[in-house]
Structure formats: structure tokens, C-alpha cells
Nanobody
């Protein structure tokens, strides 16, 4: 069982940066691939970034590639560094855990979810 808790969201101006963190509990965290998803008002939840259990392989959506970076530390935390933020990045961001080592691109492939953190990009 893995429990996830996101933090780091907030209000930022266009072009700014934020770093989201996801603290995971549970001894099996290191075996899990992790991902970040987001959901904007009136839209479906979408994949943002994923990282495999070893922290070597990553995937990104086309809309964030080159601006966002996913990483994980040796303890129990996953990060999403978001640079050059745009108003269209405004959404609730969710951390997700997958009980397999490889990343998944669909939310149906993830087993555990955090409660979400709001990111608002506005001037």
C-alpha cells in the first residue's frame, strides 16, 4: 500500500516556475513507477509526466516536454519541476503510483493517487 501527498502548488505568473513534491509512504515505493497527471476545469484528467522505478526512464506529454522535469530521490519523494509556465498549465496536479516498474501513460494504469494540488498560472 502506498499513500501519496502532494505539495508545492500555488499561483505563479506566466513564465514563472514551480516545483511540486509528492511524498510517498510505504516500503515498496522504490518498486513503483510514478506519474504526474493534471485536470483543468471542464476537461478530462491528462498525463503530464512519468518516471520508472529506477528513476532512469521518463516520459512526458508533448505539451510539457522541454519545460517540465520529473525526478525522484532515493527516499520517498517524487518531484515535478515546472518552468516557463503558461496559463494553459493551470490545473489540479495529481501524483500517482503504479505497482509496476515501468511508466504508464493512462490514468487507468495507476493504482494509487494523491489528493491533488492546485497550480494557477495567471498575471
Amino acid at each position: 500500500q502506498v499513500q501519496l501527498l502532494e505539495s508545492g502548488g500555488g499561483l505563479v505568473q506566466p513564465g514563472g516556475s514551480l516545483r511540486l513534491s509528492c511524498a510517498a509512504s510505504g516500503r515498496t515505493f522504490r518498486r513503483y513507477a510514478m506519474g504526474w497527471f493534471r485536470q483543468a476545469p471542464g476537461k478530462e484528467r491528462e498525463f503530464v509526466a512519468g518516471i520508472n522505478s529506477g528513476g532512469v526512464s521518463t516520459d512526458y506529454s508533448d505539451s510539457v516536454r522541454g519545460r517540465f522535469t520529473i525526478s525522484r530521490d532515493a527516499k520517498n519523494t517524487v518531484f515535478l519541476q515546472m518552468n516557463s509556465l503558461k496559463p494553459e498549465d493551470t490545473a489540479v496536479y495529481y501524483c500517482a503510483g503504479r505497482s509496476l516498474p515501468g511508466t504508464g501513460l493512462a490514468d487507468s494504469e495507476y493504482d494509487y493517487w494523491g489528493q491533488g494540488t492546485q497550480v494557477t498560472v495567471s498575471s
